[in-house]
Protein backbone atom coordinates (compact mmCIF):
# COMPACT_ATOMS: atom_id res chain seq x y z
CA UNK A 1 0.00 0.00 0.00
CA UNK A 2 1.16 3.19 -0.78
CA UNK A 3 -0.48 5.35 1.94
CA UNK A 4 0.56 4.51 5.69
CA UNK A 5 -2.07 1.99 7.41
CA UNK A 6 -2.51 2.94 11.09
CA UNK A 7 -3.16 -0.11 12.92
CA UNK A 8 -4.24 -0.38 16.33
CA UNK A 9 -3.06 -3.49 18.22
CA UNK A 10 -4.53 -4.41 21.44
CA UNK A 11 -2.55 -6.73 22.70
CA UNK A 12 -0.34 -6.89 26.21
CA UNK A 13 2.56 -9.28 24.88
CA UNK A 14 5.41 -6.33 22.88
CA UNK A 15 7.12 -9.51 21.34
CA UNK A 16 3.46 -10.31 19.25
CA UNK A 17 3.16 -7.00 18.66
CA UNK A 18 6.15 -6.40 16.82
CA UNK A 19 5.72 -10.03 15.13
CA UNK A 20 2.53 -8.71 13.91
CA UNK A 21 3.26 -5.56 12.22
CA UNK A 22 6.31 -7.42 10.66
CA UNK A 23 4.26 -9.91 9.46
CA UNK A 24 1.96 -6.48 7.84
CA UNK A 25 5.85 -5.33 6.37
CA UNK A 26 6.70 -7.90 4.95
CA UNK A 27 2.85 -8.06 3.11
CA UNK A 28 3.87 -5.05 1.78
CA UNK A 29 2.05 -2.75 3.96
CA UNK A 30 3.02 0.78 5.47
CA UNK A 31 2.34 0.07 8.68
CA UNK A 32 2.10 2.75 11.46
CA UNK A 33 1.41 0.49 14.33
CA UNK A 34 0.32 1.70 18.09
CA UNK A 35 -0.19 -0.96 20.31
CA UNK A 36 -2.68 -0.93 23.76
CA UNK A 37 -3.18 -3.52 26.01
CA UNK A 38 -6.54 -1.31 28.37
CA UNK A 39 -9.03 0.75 27.60
CA UNK A 40 -8.24 3.92 28.97
CA UNK A 41 -5.35 3.65 26.18
CA UNK A 42 -7.59 2.00 23.55
CA UNK A 43 -9.99 5.01 23.62
CA UNK A 44 -7.44 7.37 23.27
CA UNK A 45 -6.13 5.54 20.75
CA UNK A 46 -9.53 5.51 19.00
CA UNK A 47 -9.88 9.17 19.11
CA UNK A 48 -6.60 9.72 17.30
CA UNK A 49 -8.05 7.20 14.44
CA UNK A 50 -7.33 3.81 12.94
CA UNK A 51 -7.17 1.88 9.85
CA UNK A 52 -7.51 -1.32 11.44
CA UNK A 53 -7.59 -2.73 14.38
CA UNK A 54 -6.33 -6.24 15.54
CA UNK A 55 -7.16 -7.79 18.90
CA UNK A 56 -6.09 -10.64 21.24
CA UNK A 57 -9.38 -11.69 22.37
CA UNK A 58 -8.49 -12.01 26.14
CA UNK A 59 -6.41 -9.65 28.00
CA UNK A 60 -5.38 -9.45 32.12
CA UNK A 61 -6.94 -6.16 31.71
CA UNK A 62 -8.68 -6.04 28.99
CA UNK A 63 -10.51 -8.29 25.51
CA UNK A 64 -10.90 -8.08 22.38
CA UNK A 65 -14.91 -8.39 23.16
CA UNK A 66 -15.20 -5.32 25.08
CA UNK A 67 -12.46 -3.63 22.45
CA UNK A 68 -15.11 -4.91 19.48
CA UNK A 69 -18.28 -3.66 21.98
CA UNK A 70 -16.77 0.09 22.61
CA UNK A 71 -16.26 0.47 18.24
CA UNK A 72 -19.21 -0.72 18.21
CA UNK A 73 -20.96 1.44 20.81
CA UNK A 74 -18.59 4.63 19.04
CA UNK A 75 -20.28 3.99 15.81
CA UNK A 76 -17.41 3.34 13.96
CA UNK A 77 -16.29 1.44 10.88
CA UNK A 78 -12.90 0.03 11.58
CA UNK A 79 -12.24 -3.66 10.07
CA UNK A 80 -11.68 -5.56 13.11
CA UNK A 81 -10.03 -8.66 13.23
CA UNK A 82 -8.80 -11.34 16.52
CA UNK A 83 -5.57 -12.42 16.52
CA UNK A 84 -5.51 -14.82 19.73
CA UNK A 85 -3.13 -17.65 21.11
CA UNK A 86 -6.34 -19.47 21.25
CA UNK A 87 -10.18 -19.08 20.76
CA UNK A 88 -12.92 -21.31 21.12
CA UNK A 89 -15.55 -22.48 18.47
CA UNK A 90 -18.07 -20.49 20.47
CA UNK A 91 -16.27 -17.02 21.03
CA UNK A 92 -15.66 -16.31 17.55
CA UNK A 93 -18.93 -17.30 16.34
CA UNK A 94 -19.91 -14.60 18.84
CA UNK A 95 -16.77 -12.19 17.52
CA UNK A 96 -18.20 -12.31 14.08
CA UNK A 97 -21.79 -11.95 15.15
CA UNK A 98 -20.76 -8.74 16.91
CA UNK A 99 -18.93 -7.39 13.96
CA UNK A 100 -14.94 -9.17 14.11
CA UNK A 101 -14.16 -9.55 10.54
CA UNK A 102 -12.19 -12.76 11.06
CA UNK A 103 -10.37 -14.50 13.60
CA UNK A 104 -6.32 -15.97 13.17
CA UNK A 105 -4.54 -17.98 15.75
CA UNK A 106 -1.27 -16.46 16.57
CA UNK A 107 0.29 -19.34 15.54
CA UNK A 108 -1.28 -19.58 12.44
CA UNK A 109 -1.18 -15.96 11.00
CA UNK A 110 -0.43 -16.97 7.40
CA UNK A 111 -3.46 -15.78 6.37
CA UNK A 112 -2.48 -12.65 8.06
CA UNK A 113 -1.95 -10.42 5.04
CA UNK A 114 -4.98 -12.01 2.61
CA UNK A 115 -7.50 -11.38 5.83
CA UNK A 116 -6.47 -7.61 6.25
CA UNK A 117 -6.84 -6.91 2.28
CA UNK A 118 -9.76 -8.41 2.01
CA UNK A 119 -11.13 -6.30 5.54
CA UNK A 120 -9.93 -3.25 3.86
CA UNK A 121 -11.78 -4.24 0.92
CA UNK A 122 -14.63 -4.68 2.05
CA UNK A 123 -14.89 -1.41 4.14
CA UNK A 124 -13.65 0.37 0.98
CA UNK A 125 -16.79 -1.21 -0.58
CA UNK A 126 -18.98 0.19 2.56
CA UNK A 127 -17.39 2.88 1.91
CA UNK A 128 -18.51 3.40 -2.16
CA UNK A 129 -21.98 2.06 -1.01
CA UNK A 130 -22.54 5.14 1.52
CA UNK A 131 -21.18 7.04 -1.63
CA UNK A 132 -23.60 5.48 -4.12
CA UNK A 133 -26.19 5.97 -1.58
CA UNK A 134 -25.56 9.95 -1.03
CA UNK A 135 -25.01 10.27 -4.68
CA UNK A 136 -28.43 8.58 -5.32
CA UNK A 137 -30.43 10.94 -3.03
CA UNK A 138 -28.79 13.69 -4.96
CA UNK A 139 -29.58 12.29 -7.74
CA UNK A 140 -33.55 11.80 -6.44
CA UNK A 141 -34.09 15.30 -5.14
CA UNK A 142 -32.42 16.61 -8.86
CA UNK A 143 -35.38 14.49 -10.12
CA UNK A 144 -37.37 15.97 -7.83
CA UNK A 145 -36.83 19.50 -8.91
CA UNK A 146 -36.96 18.91 -12.62
CA UNK A 147 -40.25 16.90 -12.37
CA UNK A 148 -42.03 19.86 -10.52
CA UNK A 149 -40.86 22.86 -13.13
CA UNK A 150 -41.50 20.24 -16.04
CA UNK A 151 -44.34 21.00 -18.69
CA UNK A 152 -46.92 18.89 -18.23
CA UNK A 153 -50.07 18.03 -20.56
CA UNK A 154 -53.25 19.99 -19.16
CA UNK A 155 -56.45 18.67 -20.74
CA UNK A 156 -60.32 19.08 -20.43
CA UNK A 157 -62.65 16.01 -21.95
CA UNK A 158 -65.89 16.57 -22.29
CA UNK A 159 -68.67 13.58 -22.68
CA UNK A 160 -71.79 16.01 -22.89
CA UNK A 161 -73.22 17.40 -24.62
CA UNK A 162 -70.82 16.95 -27.05
CA UNK A 163 -67.91 13.85 -26.63
CA UNK A 164 -64.01 14.94 -27.22
CA UNK A 165 -61.25 17.11 -26.16
CA UNK A 166 -62.10 21.11 -25.03
CA UNK A 167 -58.65 21.95 -24.23
CA UNK A 168 -54.95 20.51 -24.64
CA UNK A 169 -52.36 22.30 -24.03
CA UNK A 170 -49.41 22.81 -25.91
CA UNK A 171 -47.06 20.35 -24.17
CA UNK A 172 -48.90 17.69 -26.17
CA UNK A 173 -47.05 17.84 -28.99
CA UNK A 174 -43.49 17.32 -27.27
CA UNK A 175 -44.53 14.67 -24.70
CA UNK A 176 -47.12 12.22 -27.61
CA UNK A 177 -45.43 13.96 -30.50
CA UNK A 178 -49.28 14.43 -31.70
CA UNK A 179 -50.42 18.67 -31.74
CA UNK A 180 -53.66 19.78 -29.64
CA UNK A 181 -55.16 20.06 -32.94
CA UNK A 182 -54.84 17.06 -33.67
CA UNK A 183 -56.88 16.01 -30.39
CA UNK A 184 -59.38 17.74 -31.19
CA UNK A 185 -59.66 16.28 -34.53
CA UNK A 186 -60.13 12.94 -33.25
CA UNK A 187 -62.23 12.49 -30.15
CA UNK A 188 -60.64 9.05 -29.58
CA UNK A 189 -57.16 10.14 -29.67
CA UNK A 190 -56.70 9.63 -26.40
CA UNK A 191 -57.63 6.42 -26.39
CA UNK A 192 -55.74 5.25 -29.10
CA UNK A 193 -52.15 6.46 -27.90
CA UNK A 194 -52.50 4.54 -24.48
CA UNK A 195 -50.76 1.27 -24.33
CA UNK A 196 -53.13 -1.23 -25.46
CA UNK A 197 -52.66 -3.32 -21.99
CA UNK A 198 -53.58 0.14 -20.08
CA UNK A 199 -56.46 0.83 -22.46
CA UNK A 200 -58.90 -0.69 -19.91
CA UNK A 201 -57.99 2.09 -16.99
CA UNK A 202 -58.57 4.98 -19.43
CA UNK A 203 -62.09 3.01 -20.36
CA UNK A 204 -63.56 2.79 -17.24
CA UNK A 205 -63.40 6.54 -16.56
CA UNK A 206 -66.04 7.48 -18.02
CA UNK A 207 -68.08 4.09 -16.35
CA UNK A 208 -67.47 6.65 -13.55
CA UNK A 209 -64.96 4.36 -12.07
CA UNK A 210 -65.09 6.84 -8.69
CA UNK A 211 -61.81 4.86 -7.26
CA UNK A 212 -59.52 6.00 -10.22
CA UNK A 213 -59.74 9.75 -9.34
CA UNK A 214 -58.50 9.29 -5.85
CA UNK A 215 -54.65 8.23 -6.90
CA UNK A 216 -51.87 9.09 -9.26
CA UNK A 217 -52.84 6.38 -12.41
CA UNK A 218 -49.81 5.43 -14.33
CA UNK A 219 -50.25 4.70 -17.60
CA UNK A 220 -48.16 3.71 -20.71
CA UNK A 221 -48.73 5.83 -23.86
CA UNK A 222 -47.68 4.96 -27.73
CA UNK A 223 -46.18 7.86 -29.12
CA UNK A 224 -46.65 9.32 -32.55
CA UNK A 225 -42.94 7.41 -33.22
CA UNK A 226 -44.21 4.31 -32.06
CA UNK A 227 -42.03 4.66 -28.82
CA UNK A 228 -43.69 3.79 -25.52
CA UNK A 229 -43.23 6.53 -22.66
CA UNK A 230 -45.30 6.07 -18.90
CA UNK A 231 -47.12 9.13 -17.72
CA UNK A 232 -48.51 9.98 -14.47
CA UNK A 233 -52.07 11.23 -14.78
CA UNK A 234 -54.10 13.56 -12.05
CA UNK A 235 -57.71 13.41 -13.02
CA UNK A 236 -61.10 15.47 -11.42
CA UNK A 237 -64.17 14.33 -12.59
CA UNK A 238 -67.10 17.22 -13.74
CA UNK A 239 -70.23 16.56 -12.52
CA UNK A 240 -73.74 18.58 -13.72
CA UNK A 241 -76.32 19.24 -11.83
CA UNK A 242 -77.68 15.63 -11.37
CA UNK A 243 -74.67 13.94 -10.77
CA UNK A 244 -73.94 12.81 -14.34
CA UNK A 245 -70.00 12.57 -15.39
CA UNK A 246 -69.80 15.39 -18.01
CA UNK A 247 -66.33 15.73 -18.07
CA UNK A 248 -62.61 15.19 -16.64
CA UNK A 249 -60.08 17.53 -16.17
CA UNK A 250 -56.28 16.27 -15.60
CA UNK A 251 -52.56 16.76 -15.75
CA UNK A 252 -50.43 13.85 -17.26
CA UNK A 253 -46.79 13.98 -16.15
CA UNK A 254 -43.97 11.93 -18.58
CA UNK A 255 -42.36 9.89 -15.67
CA UNK A 256 -40.66 7.39 -18.13
CA UNK A 257 -37.29 8.89 -16.86
CA UNK A 258 -38.56 7.90 -13.47
CA UNK A 259 -39.57 4.33 -14.24
CA UNK A 260 -36.33 3.69 -15.81
CA UNK A 261 -34.86 5.30 -12.67
CA UNK A 262 -36.58 3.23 -10.10
CA UNK A 263 -35.85 0.01 -12.55
CA UNK A 264 -32.04 0.76 -12.14
CA UNK A 265 -32.26 1.48 -8.68
CA UNK A 266 -34.18 -1.61 -7.94
CA UNK A 267 -31.43 -3.72 -10.68
CA UNK A 268 -28.58 -2.26 -8.34
CA UNK A 269 -29.93 -2.94 -4.88
CA UNK A 270 -30.68 -6.47 -6.23
CA UNK A 271 -26.77 -6.31 -7.21
CA UNK A 272 -25.84 -4.97 -4.10
CA UNK A 273 -27.34 -7.59 -2.15
CA UNK A 274 -25.99 -10.36 -4.06
CA UNK A 275 -22.52 -8.85 -3.77
CA UNK A 276 -22.68 -8.84 -0.07
CA UNK A 277 -23.95 -12.49 -0.42
CA UNK A 278 -21.08 -13.23 -2.46
CA UNK A 279 -18.45 -11.54 -0.55
CA UNK A 280 -19.39 -13.76 2.63
CA UNK A 281 -19.73 -16.73 0.79
CA UNK A 282 -16.10 -16.31 -0.54
CA UNK A 283 -15.17 -16.60 2.75
CA UNK A 284 -15.94 -19.87 3.46
CA UNK A 285 -14.56 -23.20 2.69
CA UNK A 286 -16.27 -24.08 -0.67
CA UNK A 287 -16.72 -25.77 -4.07
CA UNK A 288 -15.29 -23.01 -6.38
CA UNK A 289 -17.43 -24.08 -9.23
CA UNK A 290 -20.54 -24.34 -7.42
CA UNK A 291 -20.19 -20.74 -5.88
CA UNK A 292 -18.74 -19.37 -9.68
CA UNK A 293 -22.49 -20.41 -10.80
CA UNK A 294 -24.15 -19.22 -7.68
CA UNK A 295 -22.25 -16.12 -8.29
CA UNK A 296 -23.26 -15.78 -11.63
CA UNK A 297 -26.92 -16.71 -11.40
CA UNK A 298 -27.34 -14.10 -8.28
CA UNK A 299 -25.88 -11.32 -10.79
CA UNK A 300 -27.48 -12.72 -13.65
CA UNK A 301 -31.24 -12.45 -12.24
CA UNK A 302 -30.23 -9.35 -9.69
CA UNK A 303 -29.33 -7.43 -13.32
CA UNK A 304 -32.86 -9.17 -15.08
CA UNK A 305 -30.36 -9.97 -17.93
CA UNK A 306 -30.43 -13.40 -20.54
CA UNK A 307 -27.05 -14.62 -19.64
CA UNK A 308 -24.44 -14.16 -16.72
CA UNK A 309 -20.36 -15.72 -17.80
CA UNK A 310 -17.01 -15.75 -16.25
CA UNK A 311 -14.42 -15.71 -19.15
CA UNK A 312 -10.37 -16.61 -18.16
CA UNK A 313 -7.07 -15.91 -19.83
CA UNK A 314 -5.17 -18.04 -21.78
CA UNK A 315 -2.31 -18.64 -23.80
CA UNK A 316 -1.65 -20.53 -26.67
CA UNK A 317 1.59 -22.55 -27.50
CA UNK A 318 1.77 -19.79 -30.04
CA UNK A 319 1.51 -16.55 -27.67
CA UNK A 320 -1.85 -15.78 -28.86
CA UNK A 321 -4.51 -14.62 -25.42
CA UNK A 322 -7.65 -16.32 -25.89
CA UNK A 323 -10.90 -16.08 -23.71
CA UNK A 324 -11.62 -19.41 -22.03
CA UNK A 325 -15.30 -19.71 -20.86
CA UNK A 326 -15.06 -21.38 -17.52
CA UNK A 327 -18.59 -20.99 -16.18
CA UNK A 328 -22.04 -19.36 -17.17
CA UNK A 329 -25.70 -18.78 -16.59
CA UNK A 330 -28.64 -18.86 -18.51
CA UNK A 331 -32.12 -17.16 -17.69
CA UNK A 332 -35.09 -19.47 -17.93
CA UNK A 333 -36.87 -19.17 -21.50
CA UNK A 334 -33.29 -19.04 -22.75
CA UNK A 335 -32.07 -20.33 -25.73
CA UNK A 336 -29.12 -22.45 -24.74
CA UNK A 337 -25.71 -21.07 -25.78
CA UNK A 338 -24.41 -24.28 -27.22
CA UNK A 339 -22.57 -22.03 -30.15
CA UNK A 340 -20.51 -20.65 -27.13
CA UNK A 341 -18.35 -23.81 -28.63
CA UNK A 342 -17.10 -20.93 -31.68
CA UNK A 343 -14.91 -19.00 -28.87
CA UNK A 344 -12.79 -22.27 -27.57
CA UNK A 345 -9.11 -22.13 -28.93
CA UNK A 346 -9.53 -18.47 -30.65
CA UNK A 347 -7.79 -15.53 -29.75
CA UNK A 348 -8.97 -12.09 -28.99
CA UNK A 349 -8.03 -11.28 -32.40
CA UNK A 350 -9.69 -14.23 -34.16
CA UNK A 351 -12.80 -14.08 -32.63
CA UNK A 352 -12.48 -9.76 -33.66
CA UNK A 353 -11.99 -8.30 -30.11
CA UNK A 354 -8.66 -7.67 -30.62
CA UNK A 355 -8.98 -4.03 -29.29
CA UNK A 356 -10.38 -5.27 -26.25
CA UNK A 357 -7.31 -6.60 -24.75
CA UNK A 358 -5.75 -3.06 -24.45
CA UNK A 359 -8.71 -1.79 -23.18
CA UNK A 360 -9.89 -4.38 -20.51
CA UNK A 361 -6.69 -4.54 -19.25
CA UNK A 362 -6.46 -1.54 -18.30
CA UNK A 363 -9.27 -1.73 -16.28
CA UNK A 364 -12.11 -0.41 -19.08
CA UNK A 365 -15.99 -1.45 -18.99
CA UNK A 366 -16.95 -2.38 -22.44
CA UNK A 367 -20.91 -1.25 -23.00
CA UNK A 368 -22.29 -2.77 -26.80
CA UNK A 369 -25.10 -3.75 -29.01
CA UNK A 370 -25.64 -7.37 -30.25
CA UNK A 371 -25.39 -5.60 -33.63
CA UNK A 372 -21.79 -4.28 -33.04
CA UNK A 373 -20.53 -7.91 -32.37
CA UNK A 374 -18.18 -8.75 -35.01
CA UNK A 375 -19.21 -10.98 -37.99
CA UNK A 376 -17.34 -13.96 -36.52
CA UNK A 377 -19.32 -14.48 -33.60
CA UNK A 378 -22.80 -13.79 -35.11
CA UNK A 379 -24.12 -17.00 -34.20
CA UNK A 380 -23.40 -16.41 -30.52
CA UNK A 381 -26.54 -14.64 -30.09
CA UNK A 382 -30.26 -15.64 -31.15
CA UNK A 383 -31.34 -14.53 -34.41
CA UNK A 384 -33.49 -11.27 -35.05
CA UNK A 385 -33.12 -10.24 -31.24
CA UNK A 386 -32.47 -6.97 -30.15
CA UNK A 387 -29.25 -7.70 -27.70
CA UNK A 388 -27.06 -5.70 -25.47
CA UNK A 389 -23.85 -6.77 -23.21
CA UNK A 390 -21.65 -5.63 -20.73
CA UNK A 391 -18.13 -6.43 -19.98
CA UNK A 392 -16.65 -6.13 -16.89
CA UNK A 393 -12.84 -6.91 -16.62
CA UNK A 394 -11.37 -9.02 -13.52
CA UNK A 395 -8.13 -8.84 -11.91
CA UNK A 396 -6.28 -10.29 -9.59
CA UNK A 397 -3.75 -7.94 -8.15
CA UNK A 398 -2.83 -5.90 -10.74
CA UNK A 399 -3.13 -8.53 -13.52
CA UNK A 400 -5.96 -9.07 -16.06
CA UNK A 401 -6.85 -12.52 -15.63
CA UNK A 402 -10.57 -12.22 -17.50
CA UNK A 403 -13.42 -11.05 -17.41
CA UNK A 404 -17.74 -11.13 -16.23
CA UNK A 405 -20.02 -10.87 -19.55
CA UNK A 406 -23.78 -10.12 -19.42
CA UNK A 407 -25.99 -10.14 -22.21
CA UNK A 408 -29.61 -9.15 -22.44
CA UNK A 409 -31.21 -10.53 -25.46
CA UNK A 410 -34.42 -8.99 -24.61
CA UNK A 411 -34.06 -5.65 -24.56
CA UNK A 412 -31.73 -3.06 -26.02
CA UNK A 413 -31.15 -1.92 -22.42
CA UNK A 414 -28.85 1.05 -21.24
CA UNK A 415 -26.50 -0.07 -18.60
CA UNK A 416 -27.08 2.62 -15.86
CA UNK A 417 -23.69 4.13 -13.16
CA UNK A 418 -25.08 2.41 -10.63
CA UNK A 419 -25.29 -1.12 -12.15
CA UNK A 420 -21.74 -1.04 -13.42
CA UNK A 421 -20.29 0.30 -10.45
CA UNK A 422 -22.06 -2.52 -8.57
CA UNK A 423 -20.83 -5.20 -11.04
CA UNK A 424 -17.86 -3.56 -10.70
CA UNK A 425 -17.78 -4.31 -7.18
CA UNK A 426 -18.11 -8.01 -7.95
CA UNK A 427 -15.80 -8.57 -10.03
CA UNK A 428 -13.17 -7.33 -7.52
CA UNK A 429 -14.68 -9.74 -4.90
CA UNK A 430 -14.54 -12.40 -7.26
CA UNK A 431 -10.63 -11.07 -8.28
CA UNK A 432 -9.66 -11.04 -4.87
CA UNK A 433 -11.45 -14.75 -4.30
CA UNK A 434 -9.25 -16.20 -6.93
CA UNK A 435 -6.11 -14.54 -5.77
CA UNK A 436 -6.38 -16.19 -2.07
CA UNK A 437 -7.47 -19.04 -4.03
CA UNK A 438 -4.29 -19.29 -5.52
CA UNK A 439 -2.45 -18.31 -2.03
CA UNK A 440 -3.85 -21.17 -0.65
CA UNK A 441 -3.27 -23.45 -3.52
CA UNK A 442 0.41 -22.19 -3.43
CA UNK A 443 0.80 -22.65 0.17
CA UNK A 444 -1.07 -26.14 0.11
CA UNK A 445 1.63 -27.09 -2.21
CA UNK A 446 4.66 -25.85 -0.16
CA UNK A 447 3.07 -27.61 2.62
CA UNK A 448 3.14 -31.31 0.27
CA UNK A 449 6.79 -30.59 -0.20
CA UNK A 450 7.64 -30.11 3.25
CA UNK A 451 5.81 -33.05 4.35
CA UNK A 452 7.30 -35.15 1.39
CA UNK A 453 10.81 -33.87 2.17
CA UNK A 454 9.83 -34.78 6.26
CA UNK A 455 8.83 -37.97 4.86
CA UNK A 456 12.30 -38.72 3.36
CA UNK A 457 14.47 -37.39 6.07
CA UNK A 458 13.17 -39.59 8.15
CA UNK A 459 13.16 -42.61 5.62
CA UNK A 460 16.98 -41.85 5.44
CA UNK A 461 17.51 -41.93 9.38
CA UNK A 462 16.04 -45.04 9.47
CA UNK A 463 18.61 -46.53 6.63
CA UNK A 464 21.64 -44.79 8.62
CA UNK A 465 19.88 -46.92 11.97
CA UNK A 466 20.12 -50.20 10.15
CA UNK A 467 23.63 -49.66 8.52
CA UNK A 468 24.64 -48.70 11.99
CA UNK A 469 23.28 -52.03 13.23
CA UNK A 470 24.79 -54.16 10.82
CA UNK A 471 28.39 -52.24 11.20
CA UNK A 472 28.18 -53.25 15.07
CA UNK A 473 27.10 -56.34 14.23
CA UNK A 474 29.99 -57.10 11.67
CA UNK A 475 32.13 -55.87 14.43
CA UNK A 476 31.27 -58.06 16.86
CA UNK A 477 31.40 -60.91 14.73
CA UNK A 478 34.90 -60.04 13.69
CA UNK A 479 35.93 -60.09 17.71
CA UNK A 480 34.36 -63.20 17.41
CA UNK A 481 36.50 -64.56 14.82
CA UNK A 482 39.53 -62.28 15.87
CA UNK A 483 39.04 -64.62 19.85
CA UNK A 484 38.48 -68.02 17.74
CA UNK A 485 41.58 -67.64 15.47
CA UNK A 486 44.10 -66.72 18.81
CA UNK A 487 42.95 -69.60 20.80
CA UNK A 488 43.50 -72.03 17.78
CA UNK A 489 47.51 -70.36 17.61
CA UNK A 490 47.79 -71.11 21.11
Request: charged share 30%.
Amino acid sequence: MTEGLRVLIVEDSPDDAELIVLQLRQEGFDVQARQVEDEAHYLAALLEGADLILADWSLPRFSGRCALQIMREQQLDIPFIIISGSIGEESAVEALHQGAYDYLLKDRSARLGPAVRNALEQKQLREERRRMDVALRESEARFRRLAENAQDLIYRYTFSPQRGFEYVSPSATSITGFTPEEYYADPDLGLKVVHPEDRHLLQAFSQGDIELFNAPLLLRWIRKDGTIIWTEQRNTPVYDEQGALIAIEGIARDVTERKRFEEELQRRDRILQAVNEIAASFLKPLDWEAVLQTMLARLGEATNCSRALFFENQRREDGELTARPVIGWTAQGSLPLTSINQMLGRSYAEMGFGDWVERLSQGQVIVGKGDDMPPQLVGLRHPNSISSYLTIPVFTGSQWIGFLGFKDENEDRVWSPMEIDALQAAAGILGAALERRQAEQVLHKRQEELERFERLMVGRELRMAEMKARIQSLEREIEVLQRAVGGAGE
